[in-house]
Protein backbone atom coordinates (compact mmCIF):
# COMPACT_ATOMS: atom_id res chain seq x y z
CA UNK A 1 0.00 0.00 0.00
CA UNK A 2 1.15 3.58 -0.66
CA UNK A 3 1.09 7.24 0.17
CA UNK A 4 -2.65 8.40 -0.67
CA UNK A 5 -1.59 10.70 -2.68
CA UNK A 6 -0.53 8.39 -5.77
CA UNK A 7 -4.42 6.07 -5.13
CA UNK A 8 -2.36 3.15 -5.32
CA UNK A 9 -2.59 0.36 -2.75
CA UNK A 10 -0.17 -2.64 -2.29
CA UNK A 11 -2.19 -5.78 -2.31
CA UNK A 12 -2.46 -8.12 0.69
CA UNK A 13 -1.70 -11.37 -1.24
CA UNK A 14 -3.37 -13.40 1.35
CA UNK A 15 -2.69 -16.61 -0.50
CA UNK A 16 -0.85 -18.10 -3.61
CA UNK A 17 1.69 -14.98 -3.34
CA UNK A 18 3.54 -14.51 -6.49
CA UNK A 19 6.74 -16.63 -6.04
CA UNK A 20 8.07 -19.71 -7.55
CA UNK A 21 7.22 -21.90 -4.58
CA UNK A 22 3.97 -21.42 -4.26
CA UNK A 23 3.11 -21.29 -7.83
CA UNK A 24 3.97 -24.72 -7.53
CA UNK A 25 0.34 -25.48 -5.40
CA UNK A 26 -1.59 -24.38 -8.69
CA UNK A 27 -1.49 -27.45 -10.79
CA UNK A 28 -3.87 -26.05 -13.65
CA UNK A 29 -4.16 -22.81 -15.25
CA UNK A 30 -7.50 -23.06 -16.90
CA UNK A 31 -9.81 -21.09 -14.83
CA UNK A 32 -12.64 -23.63 -14.82
CA UNK A 33 -10.33 -26.25 -14.37
CA UNK A 34 -8.63 -24.75 -11.33
CA UNK A 35 -11.76 -23.66 -9.99
CA UNK A 36 -13.00 -27.21 -10.10
CA UNK A 37 -10.37 -29.21 -8.77
CA UNK A 38 -9.91 -26.81 -5.84
CA UNK A 39 -13.21 -27.68 -4.58
CA UNK A 40 -13.28 -30.82 -4.86
CA UNK A 41 -9.59 -31.22 -3.26
CA UNK A 42 -11.21 -28.93 -0.40
CA UNK A 43 -13.76 -30.96 -0.28
CA UNK A 44 -11.35 -34.34 -0.04
CA UNK A 45 -9.14 -32.30 2.93
CA UNK A 46 -11.90 -31.67 4.79
CA UNK A 47 -12.87 -35.43 5.09
CA UNK A 48 -9.49 -35.98 6.86
CA UNK A 49 -8.71 -35.84 10.12
CA UNK A 50 -6.41 -32.43 10.76
CA UNK A 51 -3.40 -33.99 11.61
CA UNK A 52 -3.31 -36.31 8.60
CA UNK A 53 -4.36 -33.36 6.00
CA UNK A 54 -1.22 -31.08 7.70
CA UNK A 55 1.03 -33.70 7.19
CA UNK A 56 0.27 -33.90 3.43
CA UNK A 57 0.38 -30.54 3.09
CA UNK A 58 3.80 -30.49 4.38
CA UNK A 59 4.90 -33.67 2.35
CA UNK A 60 3.54 -31.58 -0.63
CA UNK A 61 5.58 -28.32 0.48
CA UNK A 62 8.87 -30.64 0.67
CA UNK A 63 8.66 -31.60 -2.51
CA UNK A 64 8.52 -28.49 -3.82
CA UNK A 65 10.97 -27.11 -2.04
CA UNK A 66 12.97 -28.93 -4.39
CA UNK A 67 11.66 -26.92 -7.39
CA UNK A 68 12.77 -23.91 -5.81
CA UNK A 69 15.27 -22.06 -7.43
CA UNK A 70 19.07 -22.55 -6.20
CA UNK A 71 18.75 -18.11 -6.27
CA UNK A 72 15.77 -18.28 -4.02
CA UNK A 73 17.08 -20.51 -1.82
CA UNK A 74 20.48 -18.57 -1.54
CA UNK A 75 18.75 -14.99 -1.41
CA UNK A 76 17.09 -16.69 1.45
CA UNK A 77 19.54 -17.37 3.24
CA UNK A 78 21.83 -14.28 3.28
CA UNK A 79 19.13 -12.11 4.03
CA UNK A 80 18.39 -14.72 7.12
CA UNK A 81 22.23 -14.59 8.16
CA UNK A 82 22.31 -11.01 7.94
CA UNK A 83 19.16 -10.33 9.63
CA UNK A 84 19.41 -12.66 12.32
CA UNK A 85 23.27 -12.95 12.84
CA UNK A 86 22.68 -16.58 12.45
CA UNK A 87 25.27 -19.32 10.79
CA UNK A 88 25.12 -20.69 7.62
CA UNK A 89 23.47 -23.91 8.46
CA UNK A 90 20.80 -22.59 10.94
CA UNK A 91 19.71 -20.34 8.24
CA UNK A 92 19.43 -23.21 5.84
CA UNK A 93 17.24 -24.34 8.43
CA UNK A 94 15.46 -21.39 8.57
CA UNK A 95 14.37 -20.80 4.95
CA UNK A 96 13.05 -24.33 4.62
CA UNK A 97 10.92 -24.49 7.40
CA UNK A 98 9.85 -21.33 6.43
CA UNK A 99 9.06 -22.48 3.23
CA UNK A 100 7.28 -25.68 4.60
CA UNK A 101 4.96 -23.50 6.01
CA UNK A 102 3.15 -23.04 2.92
CA UNK A 103 2.37 -26.86 3.32
CA UNK A 104 0.45 -25.75 7.04
CA UNK A 105 -1.27 -22.55 5.00
CA UNK A 106 -2.31 -24.37 1.65
CA UNK A 107 -4.19 -27.39 3.57
CA UNK A 108 -6.37 -24.92 6.22
CA UNK A 109 -7.17 -22.52 3.52
CA UNK A 110 -8.76 -25.71 2.11
CA UNK A 111 -10.22 -26.71 5.38
CA UNK A 112 -11.82 -23.05 5.67
CA UNK A 113 -15.03 -25.35 5.55
CA UNK A 114 -14.84 -26.88 8.52
CA UNK A 115 -12.31 -24.45 10.00
CA UNK A 116 -15.66 -22.14 10.40
CA UNK A 117 -17.06 -24.10 12.36
CA UNK A 118 -14.35 -24.76 14.79
CA UNK A 119 -12.52 -21.22 14.31
CA UNK A 120 -12.28 -20.37 18.18
CA UNK A 121 -10.98 -23.71 19.22
CA UNK A 122 -7.93 -23.35 16.55
CA UNK A 123 -7.03 -19.42 16.72
CA UNK A 124 -6.88 -18.41 20.28
CA UNK A 125 -7.22 -14.29 20.05
CA UNK A 126 -4.76 -12.54 23.02
CA UNK A 127 -5.76 -9.05 22.94
CA UNK A 128 -9.19 -9.18 20.74
CA UNK A 129 -10.27 -6.60 24.07
CA UNK A 130 -8.51 -3.37 22.01
CA UNK A 131 -10.63 -4.07 18.77
CA UNK A 132 -14.27 -4.34 21.06
CA UNK A 133 -13.42 -1.22 23.24
CA UNK A 134 -12.76 0.77 20.06
CA UNK A 135 -15.98 -0.51 18.31
CA UNK A 136 -18.02 0.32 21.46
CA UNK A 137 -16.90 3.86 21.76
CA UNK A 138 -15.72 4.94 17.95
CA UNK A 139 -19.41 5.66 17.01
CA UNK A 140 -19.20 3.36 14.04
CA UNK A 141 -16.33 3.84 12.41
CA UNK A 142 -13.79 1.22 11.54
CA UNK A 143 -9.82 1.25 11.47
CA UNK A 144 -6.49 -0.56 10.30
CA UNK A 145 -5.27 -3.77 11.24
CA UNK A 146 -1.40 -4.35 9.88
CA UNK A 147 0.00 -7.42 9.93
CA UNK A 148 3.10 -9.05 8.31
CA UNK A 149 3.52 -12.22 6.58
CA UNK A 150 4.01 -14.82 9.39
CA UNK A 151 2.48 -18.15 10.06
CA UNK A 152 -0.90 -18.28 8.57
CA UNK A 153 -2.02 -14.65 7.30
CA UNK A 154 -5.11 -16.34 5.62
CA UNK A 155 -6.36 -17.44 8.49
CA UNK A 156 -6.09 -14.52 10.60
CA UNK A 157 -8.64 -12.80 8.25
CA UNK A 158 -10.70 -15.42 8.99
CA UNK A 159 -10.37 -15.60 12.45
CA UNK A 160 -11.06 -12.32 12.83
CA UNK A 161 -13.88 -12.49 10.94
CA UNK A 162 -15.76 -15.65 12.74
CA UNK A 163 -14.89 -13.81 16.11
CA UNK A 164 -17.17 -10.63 15.10
CA UNK A 165 -14.70 -8.40 14.07
CA UNK A 166 -15.91 -7.05 10.58
CA UNK A 167 -12.46 -7.51 8.25
CA UNK A 168 -11.89 -6.23 5.26
CA UNK A 169 -9.42 -8.03 3.07
CA UNK A 170 -7.40 -6.01 0.20
CA UNK A 171 -7.16 -8.60 -2.44
CA UNK A 172 -4.68 -8.95 -5.63
CA UNK A 173 -6.60 -10.87 -8.91
CA UNK A 174 -5.06 -14.47 -9.10
CA UNK A 175 -3.58 -14.76 -12.50
CA UNK A 176 -5.53 -17.63 -12.89
CA UNK A 177 -9.49 -16.78 -12.51
CA UNK A 178 -10.41 -20.25 -11.02
CA UNK A 179 -8.11 -19.60 -8.28
CA UNK A 180 -9.67 -16.17 -7.87
CA UNK A 181 -12.61 -16.73 -7.62
CA UNK A 182 -12.14 -20.13 -5.20
CA UNK A 183 -9.80 -18.15 -2.97
CA UNK A 184 -12.59 -15.11 -2.52
CA UNK A 185 -15.23 -17.37 -2.35
CA UNK A 186 -13.79 -18.75 0.54
CA UNK A 187 -12.74 -15.60 2.19
CA UNK A 188 -16.32 -14.57 1.92
CA UNK A 189 -17.63 -17.57 3.17
CA UNK A 190 -15.62 -17.68 6.56
CA UNK A 191 -16.99 -13.95 6.85
CA UNK A 192 -14.33 -11.53 5.28
CA UNK A 193 -15.47 -8.93 2.72
CA UNK A 194 -13.30 -8.73 -0.30
CA UNK A 195 -12.05 -5.25 -2.24
CA UNK A 196 -9.37 -5.27 -5.12
CA UNK A 197 -6.59 -3.22 -4.25
CA UNK A 198 -7.76 -0.59 -7.00
CA UNK A 199 -11.12 -0.04 -4.62
CA UNK A 200 -9.57 3.48 -2.98
CA UNK A 201 -13.00 5.28 -2.46
CA UNK A 202 -14.53 1.84 -1.19
CA UNK A 203 -11.98 1.51 1.37
CA UNK A 204 -12.85 5.11 3.00
CA UNK A 205 -16.70 4.30 2.67
CA UNK A 206 -16.16 0.62 4.57
CA UNK A 207 -13.63 2.74 6.96
CA UNK A 208 -16.81 5.10 7.65
CA UNK A 209 -19.33 2.14 7.86
CA UNK A 210 -16.78 0.56 10.93
CA UNK A 211 -15.01 -1.87 9.31
CA UNK A 212 -11.44 -2.72 9.86
CA UNK A 213 -9.10 -2.44 6.96
CA UNK A 214 -6.69 -5.54 6.95
CA UNK A 215 -3.27 -4.68 5.69
CA UNK A 216 0.21 -7.08 5.23
CA UNK A 217 2.82 -4.33 5.46
CA UNK A 218 6.18 -5.75 4.74
CA UNK A 219 7.08 -6.71 0.96
CA UNK A 220 8.71 -4.85 -0.59
CA UNK A 221 7.87 -1.85 -3.00
CA UNK A 222 8.89 0.61 -5.82
CA UNK A 223 11.42 3.09 -4.54
CA UNK A 224 8.83 6.04 -5.32
CA UNK A 225 6.28 4.07 -3.59
CA UNK A 226 7.21 3.30 0.34
CA UNK A 227 9.72 5.14 2.59
CA UNK A 228 13.05 4.23 4.06
CA UNK A 229 12.96 3.19 7.46
CA UNK A 230 15.61 0.82 9.82
CA UNK A 231 14.15 -3.10 9.36
CA UNK A 232 16.70 -5.51 11.04
CA UNK A 233 19.19 -3.00 11.09
CA UNK A 234 19.11 -2.05 7.25
CA UNK A 235 18.28 0.49 5.17
CA UNK A 236 14.55 -0.69 4.05
CA UNK A 237 12.18 0.33 1.75
CA UNK A 238 8.36 0.30 3.44
CA UNK A 239 4.75 0.69 2.43
CA UNK A 240 3.27 3.62 4.38
CA UNK A 241 -0.74 2.80 3.71
CA UNK A 242 -1.73 1.95 6.97
CA UNK A 243 -0.12 5.29 8.30
CA UNK A 244 -1.41 7.09 5.30
CA UNK A 245 -4.84 5.99 5.39
CA UNK A 246 -4.49 6.56 9.33
CA UNK A 247 -3.39 9.68 9.28
CA UNK A 248 -6.11 10.74 6.64
CA UNK A 249 -8.81 9.25 7.79
CA UNK A 250 -8.47 9.60 11.73
CA UNK A 251 -8.78 5.69 12.41
CA UNK A 252 -6.63 3.91 14.97
CA UNK A 253 -4.17 1.04 13.44
CA UNK A 254 -4.00 -2.18 15.45
CA UNK A 255 -0.92 -4.14 14.72
CA UNK A 256 -1.78 -7.64 14.83
CA UNK A 257 0.14 -10.82 14.46
CA UNK A 258 -0.23 -14.64 14.54
CA UNK A 259 2.12 -17.79 15.53
CA UNK A 260 1.69 -21.04 15.25
CA UNK A 261 1.30 -23.17 18.63
CA UNK A 262 3.39 -26.61 18.99
CA UNK A 263 -0.10 -28.60 18.51
CA UNK A 264 -0.73 -26.66 15.51
CA UNK A 265 -3.39 -23.78 16.98
CA UNK A 266 -2.57 -20.83 16.67
CA UNK A 267 -2.27 -17.83 19.15
CA UNK A 268 -3.45 -14.19 17.74
CA UNK A 269 -2.12 -11.36 19.39
CA UNK A 270 -3.97 -7.97 19.04
CA UNK A 271 -1.77 -5.00 20.50
CA UNK A 272 -3.08 -1.38 21.34
CA UNK A 273 -4.26 1.19 19.07
CA UNK A 274 -1.96 3.41 17.52
CA UNK A 275 -2.63 6.92 16.25
CA UNK A 276 -0.65 8.94 13.94
CA UNK A 277 0.39 12.26 14.62
CA UNK A 278 -1.43 14.74 12.87
CA UNK A 279 1.05 17.86 12.50
CA UNK A 280 1.66 20.31 9.54
CA UNK A 281 4.50 18.12 8.39
CA UNK A 282 2.94 15.15 6.57
CA UNK A 283 5.96 13.20 5.44
CA UNK A 284 7.47 13.22 8.82
CA UNK A 285 4.19 11.99 10.80
CA UNK A 286 3.65 9.14 8.14
CA UNK A 287 7.44 8.55 8.44
CA UNK A 288 7.46 8.04 12.08
CA UNK A 289 4.27 5.64 12.33
CA UNK A 290 5.62 3.68 9.52
CA UNK A 291 8.95 3.05 11.24
CA UNK A 292 7.17 2.38 14.72
CA UNK A 293 4.80 -0.73 12.45
CA UNK A 294 8.55 -1.71 11.16
CA UNK A 295 9.90 -2.10 14.47
CA UNK A 296 7.03 -3.64 16.17
CA UNK A 297 7.14 -6.33 12.40
CA UNK A 298 10.77 -7.36 13.23
CA UNK A 299 10.23 -7.71 16.81
CA UNK A 300 7.90 -10.61 15.68
CA UNK A 301 10.05 -12.08 13.10
CA UNK A 302 12.91 -12.51 15.99
CA UNK A 303 10.45 -13.76 17.91
CA UNK A 304 9.31 -16.72 15.39
CA UNK A 305 11.69 -16.69 12.63
CA UNK A 306 10.56 -19.97 11.04
CA UNK A 307 7.05 -18.54 9.89
CA UNK A 308 7.87 -15.43 8.26
CA UNK A 309 7.93 -15.24 4.42
CA UNK A 310 11.76 -15.47 3.78
CA UNK A 311 12.09 -15.85 0.31
CA UNK A 312 10.36 -12.68 -0.60
CA UNK A 313 13.12 -10.71 -1.83
CA UNK A 314 12.40 -7.72 0.47
CA UNK A 315 15.75 -5.67 -0.27
CA UNK A 316 15.69 -5.57 -3.96
CA UNK A 317 14.41 -2.27 -4.44
CA UNK A 318 17.50 -0.93 -2.20
CA UNK A 319 19.29 -2.96 -4.30
CA UNK A 320 18.37 -2.16 -7.85
CA UNK A 321 17.07 1.14 -7.28
CA UNK A 322 19.48 2.91 -4.92
CA UNK A 323 23.02 3.62 -5.82
CA UNK A 324 25.63 2.84 -3.52
CA UNK A 325 26.06 6.33 -2.26
CA UNK A 326 22.88 7.09 -2.16
CA UNK A 327 22.32 4.30 0.27
CA UNK A 328 25.58 4.97 2.27
CA UNK A 329 23.62 8.48 2.91
CA UNK A 330 20.22 6.35 4.23
CA UNK A 331 22.68 4.58 5.80
CA UNK A 332 24.16 7.24 7.88
CA UNK A 333 20.42 9.00 8.60
CA UNK A 334 18.79 6.09 10.14
CA UNK A 335 22.37 6.01 12.14
CA UNK A 336 23.58 2.67 11.04
CA UNK A 337 27.13 1.48 10.41
Not at 45 to 54: D, G, K, Q
Not at 311 to 324: A, C, G, Q, V, Y
Request: with cysteine; aromatic share 12%.
Amino acid sequence: MYEFTVHRFLPINWFFPESEFVSGFILFQGGKITYAFLKILSWLICLLPFSLAVTLGRALAHFAWLFVSGRRKKLARENIQKCLGVDAQTAAEIAKASAINFGNIFIEVLRFPELKRTMKSHVKIVGLEHLQNYIASSNGRGGVIMTSHSDNWELMGGAFAQYGIPLVGVAKKQKSDGADKFINEFRTNIGMHITYHSGVREMYQLLDGGRFIGLIMDQDVGRHDGVIVKFFNRATNYVTGAASMSRFKGVPIFPAFMHRNPDGTHTLEVQPPLYVERTKDKRTDIWEMTQKLAALTEEHIRRYPREWFWLHDRWKSIRNEFSPEEIAELNRQLGLN
